[in-house]
Each structure stands twice: as C-alpha cells, then as structure tokens.
C-alpha cells in the first residue's frame, strides 16, 4: 500500500506499469507478486485513495486502467509514511527503505524523525546481537562469518543513518537561518 500509493503520488499508472515500477525501484525491499496488484488496487479504489483516470487499450486487446492518487490517498499515504510500527527486524529494515525513497516529498523534519527512529531500531539490534553473541559464541566457522556478516551490516547501516541524519539537520539549520537572515533584513 504504502508503495503503490507513494508511486501514484508522482503520477498515474495503470496496473502492469505500477508493477514495473515497484520491481524496478523497490525489489531490494519487497517481494512484487504481480497477482496482487490488481486485488490492492481494486481495494485502495474502494477505499477512496485512488481513482481510475481513464482506459486506454492494452496490448492484449483488454483495456487498461490507469489510476490516480486522491487527496484522501494522498493523506493515506502520509500517515503510512510517519507511523512507527512495532514489527520483525527484516520487515522494519524494508519498510525503513521504501520510507527512505519517497524521502523528497515529506518535510525534513519528518525525515529526521524517521531516521532517529530507524537507528534507535539499529542499535537495539546492535545490543542484542552482542548479548546474544556473548552468551552463544558460534563454534562453526560458518555461523561464526554469518554473525560477523551480520554485524557488520549493521554497522554500516547505522553509519549510514548518521550521515543522513547531518545532511538532514543541516538542512533544517540552513533553512532555519535563511528564514531568519531573510526576516532581520527586511526594511
């Protein structure tokens, strides 16, 4: 939902394309079942977060829809993208990386928000592999590498949120005193 709605935000796609589009940009985070497309967007249109603009002819003779966000979709959307949801490890690091590519259309203090929220996931994470490892060294040399992988993943997760997180507060602090220059020199 959160990435169909996110895509028909940019513009309007029929069925076969928002799928394209999910594979292209998003298969690293979800898996595209091209048999669930159609069933979301039938829901989403029920629920008033997407309309069908119009039909154009498909390649197979059959027409196809093309759908369109609305502004209850819009709002559905935004919800989605600012909610915290208490889930597995896997699901959140996913749903964190569809939040993360529809970055440019939330303020940026939603983003830091977002971020902060993300890595304190990660270092919870980070304490409890460590608790977890202290206890149960791996004797395998494989299950050894895997845990070491693992952190190691984690560590450059968390570096990476951090240096999204100064390039977010620079940000706010430039527009911040760009406002506030722009107001102390008015006549």
């Known amino acids: 939902e959160l990435s169909a709605l996110g895509l028909l935000q940019k513009k309007p796609l029929h069925g076969y394309r928002l799928k394209q589009q999910l594979e292209l940009f998003m298969s690293s985070c979800i898996s595209i079942n091209y048999g669930a497309i159609y069933p979301l967007l ?28 609305t502004e209850k979709g819009r709002d559905r959307w935004r919800e989605k993208m600012l909610e915290n949801l208490k889930e597995s490890w896997v699901k959140g690091r996913s749903r964190f990386l569809i939040k993360f590519f529809f970055f440019s259309d939330l303020e940026p203090t939603e983003r830091v928000k977002i971020i902060e929220h ?70």
């Not at 059959?62 to 966000?69: A, F, L, T």
């Open 42 to 69: 039938k829901r989403l249109e029920e629920r008033g977060y997407v309309f069908v603009v119009t039909e154009e002819p498909g390649e197979a003779g059959c027409s196809r829809k093309i759908y369109q966000i």
């Open 118 to 187: 993300r890595l304190i996931a990660c270092q919870l994470r980070q304490e409890y592999l460590e608790s977890q490892q202290s206890e149960n060294i791996p004797r395998d040399p494989y299950q050894f590498s895997a845990c070491n992988r693992a952190k190691s993943m984690l560590n450059s997760e968390m570096q990476w949120l951090r240096e999204e997180l100064v390039k977010e507060l620079e940000m706010i602090n430039f527009e911040s005193n760009s406002k506030h220059s722009a107001i102390s020199h008015q006549p």
